[in-house]
């Protein structure tokens, strides 16, 4: 009762008029900006920062949220049309949307992923409302020992699942500490790797390595396609909607794919491209016609479309109610909200309980101003992509230069954003995953605290981390995504081997 | 002649760089450098001394063992000849390597006359420097849209966003 109560008040904040002006108008631009090739919901979000930074709070995080779902339901677009995906969880579109669209079905392909994103983020909204109080009110059992143990948790876990390689996203989440410690030490005030630049003493804002990382070092990936030349998208369509039996067949991928998707979301570093992939390759073991898969089925689109948006509301889970973002999109929308003074963590549904509902009514509002946005008005959007990528890469990283002197009105932070944009080059070019890093330079300073704060409390014992049943099961899950990746190598070897004796 | 340059080519596209090894140096060898540095920084003067010290130097140390081990794991000859194969690099590798490294220039020189000719002067030579990177034939479009891209989030952010951009000496916008 005290959730729907709850609820009900997030719906009168998320229905003024104010803020569906600025869902419908975050998700436009989300759509728009996850359409392009490359640019993801966290470099949208990154670039279209600057817009928030006069709204209060509720506002800002509404139009986040928004500029988020819009870049989950557009990336899809350009996999679908172009056989490009806007970001890494639009990757299984491209599977079959892009046959859909190659054998004359671009309309029922654009409907699907449309649908599908609607359905699926609005499963993941129930979940939301059902799990976000009793989540958040776990939290506030937490001490610091716990939150120190947490946070090991969250980026252990988020480097074992850079998939297959494990040591390049523990070294990728070190820098991330490391950068962290730049700056004046909060606690004892003694100055850190600042080399003598007064800008560094008030650290380096992870906003600028996040901008640096994705938006400029995406730009810097994309010169070799630049260079390549541009494919052109299919612009002009018919009606844009499914049959009766392309819906029969997708309905149920849908419907099982959301929740595979939002607890795939909610886990520190999974995020969206693994939970489509996963949701796909389920459909295709369950499906009767494994064979259509890859070559059109639609199924084989809905079912990760549903899951990717699933996930993206999974992904605010962890940062709304313990204070640790999942995902690089969440971190950047963290990142802004400490910015405007908000502390996200469990007591931001009882010290801010309109920030908090206003942005779960906002999930159910924006994902039917999108689903309406996407499916009428598809024809028109897609028309962003063919804006000549010799025009887009230039304004991408303008809006990056203007994004970062409105974080910190100093232009210091432009050779910060050079630093970091060839830093983002350089660990794609390596293969060392850049999330890890991002994440652990978000919560490394509070993790630096707890840790202290902790060893100050227990008088210098390190046994404050193995005190409570809470802090042993936090290393217990710890060790557990460290040795995970290897057991399931270990698993999956044995038939292999066996196989290969057989032979 | 023209089959050895096929060859040499077609055996440029076959080679798979690898810097495994090199990428494990590189990151003890900067966490040897971040750990000597932890051990440079001032005590503090209030409470423990060697308080702000601890976690970087946990971070130092976990970087050194990390890149010790990236090292033993890469195949250090493949990473030797990677190096090597550097100075071969194709042509499309050679532009894209110029296109960054223009940017880098171009962003460190809009650092340095960003407050002093103001936002939509300095903003419009970043961006018709980026342009013409792009499209080196297009300057009369390239300039058009250098100047309306400036003009628009100047007026964007300073009207309707409230946030103070630079201002251009004499003429005051």
New interface residues.
Partial sequence: MDVLTNLLHGFSIALQPYHLLLVTLGGILGTIVGMLPGLGPATGVAVLLPITFTMGPTAALITMTGIYYGAMFGGSRSSILINTPGDGAALAATFDGYPMAMKGKAESALAISAIASFIGGLIAAIFMVALATPVSRFALKFGPAEYFLLMVAALSMTASMSKGKMLKGFISMVFGLMIATVGIDAMSGSKRFTFGVLELQTGIDFLIVIIGIYALGEVFKSFSALLKGQKKAQTDFGRIWVSKKEWDRSKWPILRSAPLGFIIGALPGAGGTMASLMAYNNEKQMSKNPDEFGEGAIEGLAAPESANNAASVGALIPMLTLGIPGSGTTAVMMGALLMLGIQPGPLLFTQHPDIAWGLIASMFIGNLILAVVNIPLAGLLVRVLAIPAKILYPVVLGLSFVGAYAISNSPVEFYLLVVFGLAGYLMKKVDIPTAPMILACIVGGTMEQSFRQAIRISDGSLGIFVGSGLALGLIALTVGSVAFPFIKTAFTKKPEEKMAKAS | MTTKTAKVESQKAAFKPD??AL?GFV?AAF?LV?LI?TFN???????DPL??L???IG?GS??VV??I??IF?SDIKKSIDSIKQMKNASE?DK??NR??AF??GA??V???V??HLG?VLS?LG??LA??T???RKAFTKNLI?AAV??LS?YLL?TNA?????PKMPIIGF
Avoid: W
């Avoid at chain 2, 920084?41 to 409470?47: Q, W």
């Avoid at chain 2, 966003?161 to 951009?165: F, K, M, Q, W, Y």
């Fill in positions: 810097y495994n990428m990151v966490g971040y540095m920084l001032k005590r503090s003067a209030i409470g308080a702000p601890y976690f970087p971070l976990m970087l990390f890149g081990i990236q794991r499309h532009k894209i296109m960054i940017t880098c962003g460190v809009y650092a340095l960003f407050e936002f903003t970043f961006m980026m342009l990177l792009t499209d849209v891209f400036s989030i952010f966003l409230g946030i103070p951009l």
